[in-house]
């Protein structure tokens, strides 16, 4: 596997918020814990690509919002902060060499932290950065592949993958005051822990799966329901720029 990441922009401290109160950003601490979670990628076997730094656009570390990646193919999403869209060329450039490319045209918006692949069945959350023409567009992108398609209301949280992200085979985590567990039909679905409601947002990738160190009692239960090894890594830092792990990185399998 392959995972593209971008360091930390200087102008994390202008990043996006929409549910959390702004707080200072120490950008040392958080170059020093995107460089652990690179490592704890490079850990699990994943080969680490480095998109070209964009010092100015405040969260462009956040690559997961800038495209949907399958085995056959990538959509490049127009992320629903205006202010994100400039992240997304570099981001087409990287993935040229490794995917068929599509893209999503407005006026749809999509941001890739709403996109929650489970297998061939792709759940969308609907939140004020993924819009019904994109999602609309995402799945004419994708129908041929074989996707279905299903948007889902989301509340209180950005994406949809703040709410729930893929921990196992047929395992969905998942914070039910955010997103209706009943989402994600044919999946077993485990609850986070309520004192820990940032806690769904795992990196799953199989044999491994990488989770934010803060959250012990729900990353204890994952551990008692799931094969994958756990690899917990500190992440509070982005936490404050509404980022989870997943959302710093783009993983696709090599072709
Ligand atoms: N700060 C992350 C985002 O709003 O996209």
Same mark, same amino acid.
């Given at each position: 596997?392959?995972?593209? =990441?971008?360091?930390?922009?200087?102008?994390? =401290?202008?990043?996006?918020?929409?549910?959390? +109160?702004?707080?200072?950003? $120490?950008?040392?601490?958080?170059?020093?814990e995107h460089g652990?979670?690179?490592?704890?990628?490079?850990?699990? %076997?994943?080969?680490?690509?480095?998109?070209?730094?964009?010092?100015?656009?405040?969260?462009?570390v956040f690559v997961?919002?800038?495209?949907?990646?399958?085995? +056959?193919?990538? !959509?490049? &999403?127009?992320?629903?902060?205006?202010?994100?869209?400039?992240?997304?060329?570099?981001?087409?450039?990287?993935?040229?060499?490794?995917?068929?490319?599509?893209?999503?045209?407005?006026? %749809?918006?999509?941001?890739? %932290?709403?996109?929650?692949?489970? +297998?061939?069945?792709?759940?969308?959350?609907?939140?004020?950065? &993924?819009?019904?023409?994109?999602?609309?567009?995402?799945?004419?992108?994708?129908?041929?592949?074989?996707?279905?398609? =299903?948007?889902?209301?989301?509340?209180?949280?950005?994406?949809?993958?703040?709410?729930?992200?893929?921990?196992?085979?047929?395992? !969905?985590?998942? $914070?039910?005051? /955010?997103?209706?567990?009943?989402?994600?039909? %044919?999946?077993? #679905?485990?609850?986070?822990?309520?004192?820990?409601?940032?806690?769904? $947002?795992?990196? /799953?990738?199989?044999?491994?799966?990488? !989770?934010?160190?803060?959250?012990?009692?729900?990353?204890?239960?994952?551990?008692?329901? =799931?094969?994958?090894?756990?690899?917990?890594?500190?992440?509070?830092?982005?936490?404050?720029?509404?980022?989870? !792990? #997943?959302?710093?990185?783009?993983?696709?399998?090599?072709?």
């Open positions: 596997m392959i995972a593209w =990441t971008r360091q930390v922009p200087e102008a994390i =401290t202008r990043c996006e918020l929409t549910h959390l +109160e702004r707080e200072p950003i $120490n950008l040392a601490r958080a170059r020093v652990l979670y690179e490592a704890a990628l490079a850990s699990c %076997g994943v080969d680490i690509r480095h998109l070209p730094p964009r010092d100015d656009l405040p969260d462009s997961e919002d800038t495209a949907v990646v399958l085995d +056959e193919v990538a !959509v490049l &999403t127009r992320p629903g902060a205006a202010s994100r869209r400039d992240e997304v060329p570099s981001v087409r450039d990287a993935l040229a060499a490794h995917r068929a490319l599509r893209s999503i045209e407005g006026p %749809g918006t999509l941001d890739g %932290g709403d996109v929650l692949v489970l +297998e061939r069945d792709i759940v969308v959350g609907l939140t004020p950065r &993924t819009n019904l023409t994109g999602i609309r567009q995402l799945r004419e992108h994708l129908a041929p592949f074989g996707y279905t398609v =299903t948007p889902v209301p989301v509340r209180g949280c950005l994406h949809l993958k703040s709410a729930a992200t893929r921990a196992g085979p047929r395992l !969905v985590v998942v $914070n039910p005051s /955010w997103v209706d567990p009943a989402a994600f039909p %044919g999946w077993e #679905t485990v609850p986070v822990d309520p004192r820990e409601p940032f806690a769904a $947002n795992v990196l /799953w990738l199989g044999g491994s799966m990488i !989770v934010a160190e803060s959250f012990a009692r729900t990353n204890g239960m994952l551990s008692r329901v =799931t094969e994958s090894r756990l690899v917990p890594v500190p992440a509070s830092e982005l936490a404050k720029a509404e980022g989870g !792990v #997943t959302c710093c990185s783009i993983v696709l399998r090599d072709s």
